[in-house]
Structure formats: C-alpha cells, structure tokens
C-alpha cells in the first residue's frame, strides 16, 4: 500500500519560516508533489521533486530525500494568507497523486 | 489565465439517483482526473483519463462510477445510484502531459450532497 505521513497542525507567526515534513510509504515512487488549499477551495501547485535536494521557488522551497523516504515544504517569511493546507503528495507515472492528511497551517499576527 | 471549469458547484440528490458532474478541462491539456475529498480529510484520487480511455482508476471507483470526454470540451463523471457515503466535494483536475512531472491543475470542485 501507499502511506504518507505528515503533522496535522502547524502555527506560525508572521514573517517567521515553518517547515511541514512528510514522511511516505509507497511502490513505484515517482516524486513528491506540494499542493495548497484554502479552506477547502482547489488544490493548488506549489512545488515538485523528483530528485534529491532542495528545489526553490520564491518564498517556497521543497526538499526530498529518496533514500529516507522524506521530503519538506519550507515557506519563508510567512504572510498571513499563507494560512491553509498543505498536502505533499506522491506521484506514479500515470500522474495519479497519492495525497496526505494534510497540515493545517496558522500564520498569527 | 486558463483555468479547470467544473458545474454544478453544489448538487443536492436523493440515494440512488444518478448524478453527472461536469468538467471542462484546460484546452491544451491532454490528461484529466478526478478527486474526491469528504469534508475534513484527505483529497483521494478517483480516476486518471488519456486518449479516450482510464489509464487508472482507484477502489473507490467502482461499477457505480463513470468518465466519458463526450465532446472536445467536456469530461464528466456519472455516478449511476448515489449512496450516502459519496457525499464528497469532487475535484477535476487537468495536465499537459501525464507521467510524474506536470502540475495537475485543480477546479473549483463540485460539493455533492446525498441525501
């Protein structure tokens, strides 16, 4: 089967960074996915990996390590409309996503 | 910008009754799916569609459940007897391409509500 782990909540305030790991169990990896969510609106494209390191986009950055089965969305300076979820998902290659839990994520004033 | 169209955005039915959830994919885009989130928890994969035909579908697609591209435009999901449990907001999402690489992009969601 596929499982995939990560905190259900996470609090912040603003301008500080936060980090949301995820931890997966899964055959036929492909790459780990980061999706944002506000309040149950459609899932949103942050980031990709499909190889080791770290990849940057902006505020945003997400790491993956193979080897360790774990991967981490990194979001500097956080803004108060970064509050949402945040789902890491594997991907197969038939592009299906396998989704998380999701973390919950509260940016305080 | 290009956006996944999805309508109704709330459907209310009976148990039983069928149901058709629309979508309307990017134009460009080659590879659609569909996902389902009961409200509060994770958002599962359904069904992935390319070239006429699934390429993948889920448990929880089962005999109930079916996609169709019935034009250029379209891509709909049928639901043919509806059970409490499917109640769900139901999700469309398209790509360019398949494989693991390519942002999927989401809809707005269809909110699905069996009674």
């Known amino acids: 089967g596929q499982s995939l782990e990560q905190p259900s909540e996470v609090t912040a305030v603003e301008g500080a960074i936060v980090q949301i790991n995820c931890t997966y169990q899964t055959s036929g990896f492909y790459g780990l996915s980061w999706y944002q969510q506000h309040d149950g609106g459609a899932p949103t494209f942050l980031s990709y990996n499909a190889l080791d390191g770290l990849e940057e986009t902006g505020r945003f950055s997400s790491f993956l390590s193979r080897s360790d089965s774990y991967g981490y969305l990194l979001l500097q300076e956080l803004q108060m409309k970064d509050s949402a979820s945040y789902f890491c998902?594997?991907?197969?290659?038939?592009?299906?996503?396998?989704f998380g839990q999701g973390t919950t994520l509260q940016v305080k004033p | 910008e290009p956006e996944v169209t999805q309508t109704p955005s709330h459907q209310v039915t009976q148990m039983g009754q069928e149901v058709i959830l629309r979508c309307v994919p990017i134009s460009n885009h080659l590879y659609f799916y569909w996902y389902r989130q009961i409200l509060g928890q994770k958002v599962e994969f359904l069904v992935s569609f390319y070239n006429n035909e699934i390429s993948e579908k889920s448990e929880i697609f089962d005999d109930q459940f079916s996609v169709e591209r019935p034009d250029g435009s379209n891509f709909t999901l049928k639901i043919r007897s509806t059970k409490l449990e499917d109640s769900a907001m139901y999700f469309c999402?398209?790509?360019?391409?398949?494989?693991?690489?390519?942002?999927?992009?989401f809809g707005p969601g269809t909110r699905l509500t069996v009674t």
């Open positions: 999402a398209s790509s360019v391409y398949g494989g693991d690489s390519y942002e999927q992009y």
């Open positions: 998902a594997v991907s197969s290659n038939t592009g299906k996503l396998i």
